[in-house]
């Protein structure tokens, strides 16, 4: 595989039983990449996960993190990386400094470079003030900013979250948000979550994964390059049923004071004839642009509005 990217996925598949769960992951993530995995209950979104984190060992495929094979040499591979599981892997009865310390042994951090690797990862995770305090006494929100620190004491080029912002208050949710972006600038980020605008916040690439496979990948680019909808206002507008009958469009929804949304046929482009139409009839245009399709519509539009309960748990 190429050795150019810091996490690189060939054809990676998982056995369940004789079933095969999760099938043909193909994934290529550079630096300063942000990848939100989004999916339904069950739909293989932890299984990924913990496969791209060396937790749970590949029925099929490659994966290699920093150019190398994970699978053939996890103890090399695994210093590139830091994991954050749905639920912590903190220590109740360790304070924080005692077990982030106790983190930085098992990355292999240097004796001498341990101290400032774990003043580091307090400072940024907003756990300077807590370092001899109990983790079992903390809050939930800041048991999880102790696991967030854990994976990154290291400094890894791969940071793996696994639904990071679970049980964080908005403040602390905003905090997470600007790690993962300063993070980002020298790492490759992968977070999951099922809040589709967290995703939207931060990933600068999304893939959709539905019943253990991905059926959707994009750049937040072609995501917004792909936009299917055109956002018009008009001081003095015709009604709907008028914008409707124009050439070319397939759809109309009027948003309130004066703004439509309108969707083109497939494959055509309709902003020049669209404006000529309003300037020709004194529609007093001041608004026309396009529109990005939202993650919640095209997530809608990938998985249906299916029975949750009918997909398998993975």
């Known amino acids: 595989m190429e050795s150019d990217w810091l996490l690189a996925a060939q054809g990676l598949a998982r056995d369940y039983g004789g079933r095969r769960v999760v099938a043909d992951v193909d994934l290529r993530l550079g630096a300063g990449h942000v990848l939100g995995v989004l999916g339904p209950n069950g739909a293989g979104k932890t299984t990924i996960l913990r496969m791209l984190a060396g937790t749970l060992a590949p029925s099929a495929g490659r994966l290699a993190i920093a150019g190398i094979d994970l699978v053939e040499r996890p103890r090399a591979a695994k210093r590139h990386l830091g994991y954050l599981p749905e639920r912590p892997p903190v220590y109740p009865e360790l304070t924080v400094d005692e077990y982030l310390a106790f983190a930085a042994r098992l990355r292999g951090t240097s004796r001498a470079r341990r101290a400032a690797a774990i003043n580091a990862a307090k400072a940024d995770c907003g756990l300077t003030e807590v370092g001899r ?56 980020v992968i977070i999951s979550s099922h809040i589709l605008g967290e995703i939207q916040a931060v990933a600068s ?48 929804r009027e948003t309130g004071r004066g703004q439509w949304l309108i969707r083109p046929q497939a494959g055509r482009d309709i902003r020049t004839a669209l404006a000529g139409h309003a300037v020709a009839h004194g ?11 939202s993650l919640e519509e095209r997530f809608m539009r990938v998985i249906g509005a299916g029975d949750d309960a009918k997909r398998p748990r993975t």
């Open 283 to 293: 529609w007093g245009l001041h608004t026309l642009a396009a529109r990005p399709t």
């Open 133 to 188: 305090r109990l983790i079992g006494a903390l809050s939930k929100g800041y048991a999880q900013r102790v696991g967030l620190a854990q994976a990154i004491v290291h400094r890894p080029d791969v940071l793996i979250l696994d639904e990071p912002t679970a049980g964080l208050d908005p403040s602390q949710l905003i905090g997470v948000r600007e790690l993962i972006g300063r993070l980002a600038r020298e790492h490759s």
């Open 205 to 252: 690439h999304v893939v959709i994964v539905d019943r253990g496979r991905l059926v959707f990948q994009a750049s937040r680019e072609e995501l917004t390059r792909h936009a299917n909808w055109l956002e018009i206002g008009l001081a003095h507008g015709p009604d709907t049923a008028t914008l409707s009958a124009l050439p070319d469009v397939a759809e109309v």
